[in-house]
């Protein structure tokens, strides 16, 4: 073989060499690309089944989204079990009342009719709390070697500022008829000396401010010729009968004395346990005075006309009952005595007021309550109470050494405080009061969450939530408890030990009322029976809420319950 046909072999051998090493290289990257195209279809195919499954997670959770807009817990659902509740005092009245002018003073000594002193005014006004009272204040000045107008101004100089004022001075206090044309009629004044009298008049408003009236005329004096004074006392009185209404208690009857002088200013009523049939009288400053005896108890002061009065003593025993009456110009008359001879006696405490609670007003706190009862005798009034210490109206005997904030009528539902400082935590208590003058026993608030209060709505947008089939479970780590819906009871009194109940807040359409269907736009409170269910929700313990719908997604909240303090509601979320 030539040396020609041997590199023709040769170069035909490097060529197929290289084409059976591009086939290699072609098959390679073909194998390549099918494993690519492999894991690129896996990874599509997984990514597509992840946002179907978001997909249908966001379209569940859509289809019946609810959402919870607060959590409150409430350690006594409508004050229910307590007496002393609790509130900081809002932003105070803390302005006087404006204007009031004492116009004039004016003495009637001439001899034949009653002496009096005549004083007119305009009250003043009050914006804020409103105007309470108005209290009259006097001095005198008795001077033989001055004239009348010079003891006049010495008595006006001791009546120019509210500090000058104490209250020795204090000659009445008016609480009603408040007006552009006030008039006060004076008949202590004396005339038998020729005294100089001035006269003061201060409004005061229910949070204790006070304004002293600007005076134009405020002195006058009498004459000692004249001697008209009302110096007789209120005559014609009497006590007549007795009555048993009931086995604790006596109705006392009398006729009411008159007086034709300066006319009748009030009734009183006493009670003892002495027998006696009259009593001694002293002349003090030329008025007849009745000396009591320091063993009677005063029942009552009334007007004069009442005739009659029920009293029921706290212990078995004979009493007797009598009426001192006093006239204007401060003379007393003695009208005489009945006898009861008690067999039994009303010594057990009334039922606490119901339903105590307070809020935030303007410029003052706000007290309310419903009626208490007593099975024995009734109520007779509520007693108001403030502290700045829990722990100094928890008992009946401390209340009872403790001079009240108010004290109102059986048929008081509610107070209004006035008289706080801005941002003072204040405690209240309510306290009834019978016939016989037992006290109703204080009630410390709970210090665990009796009730949970919780505003939900839907998602914007999303379907519906059906509650009569919702369930909510809630656990506080001991017991676990899962509730139904109520939808025969709206209100916290539909809830109990396995369902909750609603409160419409907010339902423009009407349909949650109709269909129990919580919709767009629409807001209810949901309540839970804490107490009931068996759940111990103290302070520092924890609890979790799942509200489960039939078409959507759970809804998860986790709470912690924060330090009680005092107050009635609880924010918990």
């Known amino acids: 073989m030539g040396l020609h046909k041997i590199r023709q072999l040769s170069a035909h051998d490097e060529e197929a060499d290289i084409g059976i090493g591009t086939l290699i290289i072609f098959i390679a990257i073909v194998?390549?690309?099918?494993?690519?195209?492999?894991?690129?279809?896996?990874?599509?195919?997984?990514?597509?089944?992840?946002?179907?499954?978001?997909?249908?997670?966001?379209?569940?959770?859509?289809?019946?989204?609810?959402?919870?807009?607060?959590?409150?817990?409430d350690r006594n659902p409508d004050g229910e079990g307590s007496t002393i509740v609790s509130g900081y005092m809002p932003i105070s009245d803390t302005q006087a009342p404006i204007g009031g002018i004492l116009w004039n003073v004016t003495a009637s000594a001439d001899g034949a009719s009653t002496l009096q002193i005549v004083l007119n005014w305009p009250s003043a006004d009050d914006f804020g709390s409103g105007l309470c009272e108005e209290i009259l204040y006097r001095t005198s000045v008795y001077d033989p070697t001055n004239?009348?107008?010079?003891?006049?101004?010495?008595?006006?100089?001791?009546?120019?500022?509210?500090?000058?004022?104490?209250?020795?001075?204090?000659?009445?206090?008016?609480?009603?008829?408040?007006g552009s044309s006030v008039q006060c009629s004076d008949y202590t004044a004396r005339d038998d000396n020729s005294t100089s009298y001035a006269y003061a008049v201060v409004g005061?408003?229910?949070?204790?401010?006070?304004?002293?009236?600007?005076?134009?005329?405020?002195?006058?004096?009498?004459?000692?010729?004249?001697?008209?004074?009302?110096?007789?006392?209120?005559?014609?009185?009497?006590?007549?009968?007795?009555?048993?209404?009931?086995?604790?208690?006596?109705?006392l009857f009398w006729v009411p004395a008159s007086d034709s002088g300066s006319g009748v200013d009030v009734q009183k009523l006493y009670r003892t346990e002495e027998s006696i049939s009259s009593l001694s009288v002293s002349i003090q400053d030329g008025r007849t005075v009745v000396t009591v005896p320091v063993t009677a108890t005063l029942l009552g002061e009334f007007n004069s006309t009442t005739s009659s009065h029920v009293d029921s003593p706290s212990e078995i025993g004979a009493y007797t009952y009598f009426i001192v009456v006093s006239d204007n110009a401060g003379n007393e008359?003695?009208?005489?005595?009945?006898?009861?001879?008690?067999?039994?006696?009303?010594?057990i405490s009334p039922d606490n007021a119901g339903a105590v609670c307070v809020r935030q007003a303007p410029q003052s706190l706000s007290i309310s309550w419903t009626e208490a009862a007593d099975a024995q005798t009734s109520v007779s009034s509520y007693l108001i109470f403030r502290s700045t210490s829990m722990g100094s109206l928890?008992?009946?005997?401390?209340?009872?050494?403790?001079?009240?904030?108010?004290?109102?009528?059986?048929?008081?539902r509610n107070y209004s405080d006035y008289s706080g400082t801005t941002g003072t935590l204040y405690y209240?208590?309510?306290?009834?009061?019978?016939?016989?003058?037992?006290?109703?026993?204080?009630?410390?608030?709970?210090?665990?969450?009796?009730?949970?209060e919780i505003k939900v709505k839907v998602v914007p947008g999303s379907r519906p939530v059906q509650f009569t089939t919702m369930m909510i479970e809630i656990t506080d780590g001991m017991t676990d408890v899962t509730l139904s819906f109520n939808p025969g009871q709206?209100?916290?009194?539909?809830?109990?030990?396995?369902?909750?109940?609603?409160?419409?807040?907010?339902?423009?359409?009407?349909?949650?009322?109709?269909?129990?269907?919580?919709?767009?736009?629409?807001?209810?409170?949901?309540?839970?029976?804490?107490?009931?269910?068996?759940?111990?929700?103290?302070?520092?313990?924890s609890f979790s809420l799942k509200f489960i719908p039939a078409i959507g997604q759970p809804t998860l909240e986790e709470c912690r319950v924060p330090y009680l303090g005092t107050y009635r509601y609880v924010t918990l979320v």
């Open 31 to 73: 194998l390549v690309a099918a494993i690519a195209a492999s894991l690129i279809l896996y990874a599509a195919a997984l990514l597509q089944e992840q946002a179907e499954r978001t997909a249908d997670d966001a379209v569940s959770e859509v289809a019946g989204g609810l959402s919870v807009v607060n959590i409150a817990g």
């Open 147 to 178: 004239p009348a107008a010079l003891n006049e101004q010495i008595a006006r100089n001791r009546l120019l500022t509210l500090d000058q004022l104490n209250p020795s001075m204090e000659l009445a206090r008016i609480t009603s008829g408040f």
């Open 204 to 251: 005061v408003d229910r949070a204790g401010n006070r304004v002293l009236y600007t005076a134009i005329d405020s002195s006058t004096s009498t004459v000692d010729t004249s001697h008209d004074e009302d110096l007789t006392p209120p005559s014609g009185g009497s006590m007549t009968s007795t009555a048993t209404p009931d086995e604790y208690s006596v109705a």
């Open 333 to 347: 008359e003695f009208v005489g005595t009945l006898s009861y001879n008690a067999q039994t006696s009303d010594s």
């Open 394 to 412: 928890d008992t009946v005997e401390e209340l009872m050494a403790m001079v009240p904030l108010a004290e109102l009528d059986s048929d008081a």
């Open 428 to 452: 209240y208590a309510v306290v009834a009061v019978d016939s016989a003058g037992n006290y109703a026993q204080s009630s410390m608030p709970s210090n665990t969450i009796q009730m949970i």
């Open 490 to 541: 709206f209100g916290a009194s539909g809830a109990d030990a396995t369902r909750y109940s609603a409160e419409i807040l907010r339902d423009p359409d009407n349909t949650f009322a109709t269909s129990f269907s919580l919709y767009d736009c629409a807001l209810v409170k949901i309540f839970i029976d804490a107490g009931e269910a068996g759940l111990n929700l103290h302070e520092g313990s």
